[in-house]
């Protein structure tokens, strides 16, 4: 039997809609990582990206009926909980002060996103609660402001073992199988009328009907 470990993989994200693009790739992450917990952590108000068409009550929902029946995955509503602009290093903070000292937290990326990652609320200080893990191939760093290739410099190790031998404060590049699904694409079959089967589950296919989000009825 394993032991629990006490490592977090987390991924947050306005979640609007949860879709197998989000479930499938964090888990396949938690699996190279050796994590037992998954936590998705909806955004109330996302600092750089438009506002989410469904309310922070029905994106929870929709994330519990996709999680159900999945004990590694849970469900974090502190940023709705604590209002104002979901910044991700007030997040990052209390939930490494709730954890185990031993405990490591991944925080997962889209390449996209870390890109942009010198727009963020004090990005710098985000390693010194977590490991930031890229869901992406090794790519030319020139692609990368001078900001980013300057950390890392300082911080990127080349594999999983590497880091984890380190308790916070790397970044490593995680090789997953592409899951070409897009929210925005989601939304715009929805909008059409028709059931995105096989996109996400169906548990959440049908809360959206009965709901009548994204258009749907329209």
């Known amino acids: ?19 197998f693009g989000h479930t499938r790739l964090a888990q396949q992450a938690a699996d190279k990582l050796d994590v037992e917990e998954i936590r ?40 709705i909980q604590r209002g104002g602009i979901s910044f991700s290093i007030d997040t990052l903070r209390t939930l490494r002060g709730q954890l185990p000292g031993t405990g490591r937290i991944y925080f997962l990326m889209g390449y996209d996103a870390y890109q942009k990652l010198p727009e963020w609320k004090r990005w710098q200080g985000l390693l010194d609660y977590v490991h930031i893990v890229i869901l992406a191939r090794t790519v030319n760093a020139y692609n990368l402001s001078a900001p980013m290739r300057d950390l890392e410099a300082r911080c990127k190790v080349d594999d999983v073992e590497t880091l984890q031998g380190w308790d916070y404060g790397r970044i490593a590049y995680l090789d997953v199988d592409a899951i070409e699904i897009s929210a925005s694409a989601i939304r715009e079959i929805l909008k059409s009328g ?25």
């Open 40 to 79: 998705l952590i909806p955004s109330l108000t996302p600092p750089h990206r438009a506002q989410p068409c469904a309310t922070a009550q029905q994106r929870l929902e929709m994330l519990n009926l996709a999680v159900a029946g999945k004990p590694t995955f849970k469900v974090d509503h502190c940023e």
């Open 194 to 218: 028709d059931r995105p089967t096989g996109l996400m589950a169906d548990e959440v296919i049908d809360y959206i009907f009965n709901e009548s989000l994204y258009g749907v009825g329209i």
């Open 1 to 19: 039997m394993t032991m629990n470990t006490g490592h977090v993989l987390v991924m947050g994200g306005t979640f609007d809609p949860v879709h």
